[in-house]
């Protein structure tokens, strides 16, 4: 079981990707952008596509099929 409290699915085959917090879905990012977007609007504030890098690296985001790269099936 995962400790990461945000999930990035593997993406669909639209190129999107589901991702949920704390098991909850909170929308369909098409790009690292996105993903900050949704966190920042699930209430992990000031985010943005190099904190999405930093975080992955530090194990708090699971990136299932892919990485922050991988956006298309």
Same mark, same amino acid.
């Given at each position: 079981m995962s +400790? !990461?409290? #945000? #999930? #990035? *699915? $593997?993406p669909a085959t639209n190129g999107g990707r589901r991702? +949920? #917090?704390d098991g909850q $879905? &909170?929308?369909v990012a098409f790009s !690292? *952008? %996105?993903l900050a977007v949704f966190l920042e609007r !699930?209430?992990? =504030? @000031?985010?943005?596509?190099? %904190?999405v890098a930093q975080h992955s690296e530090l194990g708090? &985001? =699971?990136w299932r099929g @892919? @990485? $922050?790269e991988v956006w298309q099936t």
């Open positions: +400790t !990461a409290r #945000v #999930v #990035v *699915h $593997p991702v +949920t #917090v $879905p &909170i929308g !690292a *952008h %996105d !699930a209430g992990l =504030e @000031g985010w943005d596509e190099l %904190d708090l &985001i =699971e @892919g @990485g $922050p």
